[in-house]
């Protein structure tokens, strides 16, 4: 069983609270504003450990860049920009995330396997670097 932890419980809420997907150091500049004293370590350990208890999602991003979390845990896809490194949400209704799932379904018996869970980072070119 987990410890309660007041910077954990910060953590969490900042992120939860947040729109955009920061990394740890963005996330560690706002907490300690509120928290001053909070060490970047243990922003790290918190962010790892709600990973792994699945409170949070991480978003390993391109090679080189910092992972990316997100406190929305409603099923999503993600969206990389692969020039400007924005990520962005895309929701889908429940229709398409169920004819997601069943082709996502589909696919896994192609090697025999089940299908659980998925994570699916799209990316490309958002809209603003098209543009520019």
């Not at 300690?32 to 999602?57: E, H």
């Not at 999503?76 to 692969?82: D, L, N, Q, V």
């Not at 398409?96 to 069943?102: I, K």
Request: hydrophobic fraction near 30%; proline fraction near 2%.
């Amino acid at each position: 069983m987990e410890r309660y932890s007041k910077q954990r419980e910060i953590i969490l809420e900042v992120l939860k609270n947040r729109k955009d997907h920061p990394t740890a150091e963005m996330l560690y500049n706002e907490i300690a504003q509120k928290m001053p004293g909070i060490g970047i370590a243990t922003v790290y350990r918190n962010l790892a450990s709600l990973y792994k208890t699945g409170k949070i999602q991480k978003i390993e991003t391109m090679q080189g860049e910092a992972d990316r979390f997100d406190g929305d845990l409603r099923p999503h896809i993600h969206f990389e920009c692969s020039k400007c490194n924005e990520i962005y949400d895309i929701f889908l209704d429940e229709e398409e995330n169920t004819e997601l799932n069943d082709k996502l379904t589909e696919l896994t018996k192609i090697i025999n396997a089940d299908f659980t869970s998925s994570k699916i980072v799209l990316k490309g070119l958002c809209q603003k670097c098209k543009e520019k």
